[in-house]
Structures are given as C-alpha cells and as structure tokens.
C-alpha cells in the first residue's frame, strides 16, 4: 500500500475516534427521554408532528405494540412510494418527462428503500424522476434508518429495564433519531457537499455537444441532499447509476473522505451509545472493538489486494506499477480520481455497513478483493453495521457468546446481570439462521433455473459469486450490487424484494421480542461465577463466535466461488 | 392487475410478519410464566428448573 492509502485511513480512523464518543453520549440523551441537547430547537418541531400524528410522546408500548408499530409504520409507508413510482409520471417536478415506473421495479424499489437495502434495479437518472428521488426514496432514507435505531434501542432497555413489559415508544423513537440526529447530520454534509461540487439544482438533462459531434445528455437534480442521507443513514442508493463513482456525486477526494467518515459515523457511535445508557463503558467499548477489528481487516485486505494488482492485467502485459501517472494497482473499474486504495476502503466501509453505496465497481475487484465485501455482508451487517442493525446483530451475536460460554463451564448464562435462557436462545436462533436461509435457498433456486442465469454476464465461478452476492447484498439489506447480474427480471425483482423484506423484519421481530423477554427479568447481581462481558476475554470469545458461525455457513459457497477463481487465475487453470 | 398482485403481496406479508410477531410472542410467554412462578413449575413442565446461577452449580 502507498503512503497517501496510509494516510488516508489513519486520517479516518482518527476522524471517527474524535467524533464517535460524543455523538455516542448525544444519542444516549436522544434516547435517554430525560432532557437532551439541542431540546429547544428541536422540541417545537417533534411536539409539531406528535401534534399532526397523534402520537402521545408520553406512551410507553409493550414489545409487541413496538413491533406492530413498526410494521404499521412499514407496510402503509411501502404502499404509498410503490403508489408514488407508479405515477410519478403524473406528478409534478419531472423535467425530463420520464414515465411511471413499472410494476415489478415499482415492487422492488419502494421494498428496497423501505429496508434501508437500496438496491436498485434501475439507472436513477433515466428512471426516477426529481420527486421520486427526493420525496419518496429520500424520506425512506432517513426513516428506514430512523427505524433501524428503534430497534436498536428497544432491545438496550430491554436489557436495562427489570420487571416491566415496556419498551419506550417507536413512534418516538423514530421521531427523535429523525429530528436530532439524522437531519442535523444530512444538511451539514449537503452544505459541505455543494460546496465542493455535488450537484444540486432542479435542471432538465442539459444537452452537450461533444468534439466527435454527438449529444450527451448532462444531467442535474437535487443530488447533494440525497447523497448526505445516502451515506449518513447506512442506505446507499444512488442518484446516478453510477452511486459514488459518479463525479456530480462524489466529485472529488475531500466528498470521498467525507462520504466514508458519514457511513462509518453513526454505526461507530452505536457502541458508545450502548456504553453510556448501560452505566458501563466497558461494554460498549468490547462490541466497539470488535466491529473496529473486523472492518479494519477487511479494509487493508481489500486495500492491500487491490494496490496489489490484478494476475489478469499482468499476464495480458499491463503494467501495475505505482508511478508519476498512474495509482498503480488493479485499475479496472476504478475511478483515476480515487484510485485501487479507496475503492478498497470504500468497499470494505459500505459493506461492512449497510450502505451499499460504491465508488468503484466491485466486479472488477481481484477475486479476493471482492470476496472482502461479500463476506463482509456475510457477517450481518456487524462490523460496524447500519444504524442500529449493527449493534443489535452485535448484541445477538453477545448473547450466543454467553450462552456458549456457560455451556462450556456448566452455569446458566447472564447478560449484564440478565439470565439468558431457553426462550432467550429460540430467538437468537431465529435471528442467526433467517438471512443465510434465505440467501442460501434463493441463490440455489436462481443457478438451478435456466431464467435467472441468463441475468449473469459470467459463468464459473465470477458467475456464482455474481448470484451469491447479490442475494447477500439484498437480504442482508446492504444494497451494493456486484455488478454482472441483470436484476431488472420479474425474478429477480420478487425474489429479491421477499429477501429484503425477509432480511428486515424476520430480524427486527424476533429483536423486539427478545428485548421484550429480557425486560421482563429481574437482573442478579453479579457473583463469583459471572462471565465478565467487558474484558479482553469477553472480547476474543465474541470474535471468534463470529468467525465460527459465519465461516461455517458461508464458507462452502465462498470456496466455489471466489477462492477457487483466485486459485484458478494463479495457476492458469 | 400486476399492481393489485404486488400490493396483496405486500400486504399478505406483513400479515405473516403480524403472525410472526404473535409466534414470537409465544416463546417469551413460555418463559414469562415461568418466571412468574419464582422458581415453580410452569404448567405442563416436567418439574422445577433449578436457578443455578447464584450456587456454582452446573445447568438443569
């Protein structure tokens, strides 16, 4: 890796750990329900909409009234934006006169964005018009991930609470992260954004004349105040086909460093949050390590294999060498402007989040430079995952450590003085084994089927890693597409819209219902035989719970797919 | 009639999710009355579960 790489992530590294803990003490407030700062801004305009909805903010709701609100919330907002794409033809702020959507990609884009996922199956700007883009997917964009927080935090007072079946209130919740944390956080980075070039207007394409004598049309929209939340809420959906490689969207290295610092951000703090509400720092700082140490494996492995260069480019006679004018590395599907090194750590951020968002294609990643992001997605958005989702699939994954522990010294096992038992454990279980079932059945089903291969621009095993990645991406709600794979097909337009919805909510209910048991117990104190959540120990054995359990469902597929095309472009096969 | 079939989809889903929601609620509710109970058996269990925590012991 060149020095500038080096630079580049110790500068981001450094961002974060200066901006994490306080906003982690400022969620902890948001969320704390006592007095926050920023209440006198934000108050009138929360007691505004609890006033327009109807919502007493006062109201606590048991788990289940939680999770019917969340569903509630999720199945009327889906309804309208699949309402609003297929008319948006009909409504106005279209400048470019484009049609409604069609109803599988209507289908599949409004349960994308509903899922905080953002995969898309069409190009935004020959597809989605001015206020599709920014009433209908950008609004998701910030509830979808306002939601996930919910969650998040239910099952936190889940854990803190005793003797109680109430979780707070989602509408709240969603309400507060939305105000407080999520808008301040997108008008701040669209200011900085503008300022550096992202476009944002409400112009028609403007025809240019090129020097070989064609029209190209150039197009414009409201882009910088979709790019913020696009990245700020772990959503990734991109006004241009081309997301953050595109220049009016991420124009240059100051929007790339700013787009990376907004998509590790919030997900990053979420430990710290979790640190604070809990009374003890210690443990939050365990699930912190734990994400940190992942994404930055998975950043200097796909960082150092793609500076590395590309076997391919070298037997065909390419020449890979850092010099005065060229990055060097594995320049294919690369932007000259960013270079091997970010698209590296791009690819390890937005998939080790659930942003999805890309600044370079990754089916022109090395075979184990993309398998870096398909296993990072692998591990269910942990490390550090979206908002809220990472920290509750962290404390998911704490809570199978302890049961696992106490299996091994033969004592009931606690979790911050919360005993975990057979109930506790049926609802981690539904948790860990719904996504690789998924993803697993639907990409079995899809290279079976004659339909759905006929989508993939390769075959072998770039072909299997195109298919399992992209059911990965969709069901574990990242939204990065591999690129490679036609996804605009009725089939995959369903099945892949049953993935998200499956990857969302068949993790959040069984995350509610846990937070819901947990409330409910009176925590013991801690004694003698007390596994110690906060230490070294605690952390090695969460890893390694991680490592295992993802390694043993996912590794035989990851072995067909990209090891053996690795194996296979090393030795010529 | 595609939209009519994607909007019962949608639909039809988050029914089952509802259903979920009440599948789940089973599971902490088996837990929940044992726990009422303060160590007593919860109805139709085999007998009592011992707390072990607190006594070094090893797991029922």
């Given at each position: 890796m060149t020095?500038?790489?080096w630079g580049?992530?110790a ?9 994490c803990p306080p ?7 948001v969320?704390g329900?006592?007095a926050a700062?920023g209440?006198?801004?934000?108050g009138?305009?929360?007691?505004l909409?609890y ?6 903010p ?7 009234v939680?999770?019917?609100?969340l569903?509630a919330f ?16 009909h409504?106005p702020?279209?400048p470019n ?7 599988g ?7 994308s964005?509903?899922t905080?996922?953002?995969?898309q199956?069409y190009?935004?700007?020959t ?7 920014m009433a209908g ?6 509830v ?15 854990l803190?609470r ?5 979780l707070g209130?989602f509408?709240v919740?969603?309400t ?6 999520l808008?301040?956080?997108?008008v701040?980075?669209?200011l ?16 240019a004349?090129?020097v070989?004598g064609a ?6 929209g409201?882009v910088a105040?979709?790019?913020a939340?696009?990245?700020a809420g ?17 124009p240059?290295a100051?929007?790339d ?11 990053f703090?979420f430990?710290?949050m ?15 390590t734990?994400?940190l140490?992942l994404?930055l494996a ?8 793609e ?13 890979q ?7 060097g590395?594995?320049?294919e599907?690369?932007?000259v402007r960013?270079g091997?090194?970010s ?10 989040t659930?942003?999805?968002?890309v600044?370079?294609?990754h ?14 997605m692998?591990f ?5 995952g ?20 106490g299996l091994m010294?033969?004592?009931t ?8 038992q057979?109930?506790?454990?049926k609802?981690?279980m539904?948790?860990?084994?719904a996504?690789?079932?998924v993803?697993?059945?639907?990409t079995?089903?899809?290279?079976l089927l004659?339909?759905p291969?006929?989508?993939l ?7 299997l890693?195109?298919?399992?990645y992209a ?7 990242n ?8 996804g605009n097909t009725p089939w ?7 993935a998200?919805?499956?990857?969302r909510?068949l993790?959040?209910?069984p995350?509610l ?9 009176q ?11 906060g ?5 090695g ?8 359990v ?6 035989p597929?990851?072995a067909?797919g ?7 472009g090393?030795?010529?096969? | ?7 019962v989809?949608l639909?039809a889903?988050?029914?089952v999710?509802?259903?979920?929601v009440?599948a789940?609620d ?5 837990r929940?009355?044992?726990?009422a109970?303060?160590?007593e058996?919860?109805?139709?269990s085999?007998g ?12 029922a």
């Open positions: 020095a500038p790489a580049q992530l500068a981001l590294v450094a961002v974060l750990a200066i901006l906003l982690g003490w400022y969620l902890a407030r969320y329900g006592s700062p209440d006198r801004i934000f009138p305009l929360e007691r909409i006033r327009v909805c109807g919502i007493d006062e109201g606590e709701q048991h788990w289940k939680y999770a019917y609100s569903l999720s199945c009327v907002s889906v309804l309208i934006l699949y309402a609003q794409l297929r008319l948006q033809g409504l702020l279209n006169h484009l049609g409604d959507v069609s109803p990609l209507s289908f599949n884009t409004a349960v964005f509903l905080n996922t953002n995969w199956n190009a935004g700007e597809t989605m018009t001015q206020l599709s883009q997917l950008a609004f998701h964009n910030f979808s991930a306002a939601a996930g927080a919910a969650v998040a935090v239910a099952l936190v007072r889940g803190l005793r003797r109680t079946q109430n209130n509408w919740d969603l507060r992260m939305s105000v407080r944390v808008l301040p956080l997108a701040v980075g669209t900085i954004l503008v300022s550096q070039g992202t476009v944002q207007n409400f112009h028609a394409n403007t025809p004349h090129t070989e029209v190209q049309p150039i197009p414009g409201p105040s979709q790019e939340i696009k990245e772990q959503n990734g959906g991109g006004f241009f086909n081309a997301n953050s490689a595109h220049p009016f969207e991420n240059n100051i929007t460093f700013l787009e990376l610092a907004l998509i590790l951000l919030i997900p703090a430990p710290f979790y640190g604070f509400m809990v009374g003890d720092l210690k443990q939050g700082v365990v699930i912190l734990v994400m140490t994404w998975a950043a200097l492995g796909a960082m150092q294999l500076t590395a260069g590309s076997v391919k480019l070298t037997a065909a006679g390419a020449n060498a850092v010099s005065a004018t060229q990055s590395g594995n320049m599907g690369k932007e960013f091997p090194a698209c590296g750590l791009f690819a390890a951020s937005t998939t080790g659930s942003t999805g968002a600044n370079c294609m089916d022109s990643m090395t075979p184990l430079g993309g398998a870096i992001p398909l296993v990072n692998m269910g958005e942990v490390d550090p979206g908002t809220g989702s990472g920290l509750y699939g962290m404390l998911i994954f704490a809570l199978l450590a302890v049961f696992i522990a010294v033969g004592r096992p606690e979790y911050l003085g919360k005993k975990i057979a109930a506790e454990m609802l981690v539904l948790y860990i084994l996504v690789p079932i993803i697993l059945a639907f079995a089903a899809s290279v004659k339909g291969l006929r989508s621009a390769n075959s072998g095993p770039h072909g890693t195109e298919m399992i059911f990965t991406s969709m069901a574990n709600n939204g990065s597409a591999f690129a490679g794979l036609n995959f337009n369903i099945t892949g819209a049953i998200m919805l499956a990857g909510f993790l959040m209910i995350v219902a846990l937070a819901g048991s947990l409330a409910m117990k925590p013991v104190p801690p004694s003698a035989g007390t596994f110690p959540t230490s070294k120990l605690f952390y054995l969460l890893l390694g719970v991680v490592l295992i993802v390694g043993l469902t996912f590794f597929v990851v067909l990209p090891i053996v095309e690795h194996l296979a090393h030795f010529r096969l | 009639l595609a939209d009519v079939g994607f909007v989809l639909v889903f988050f029914a999710a509802a259903a979920f009440a789940c089973k599971i902490v509710g088996t929940a009355t044992f726990d109970g303060e160590g058996p919860a109805p139709g085999g009592p579960v011992r707390d072990d925590a607190s006594e070094g012991g090893v797991a």
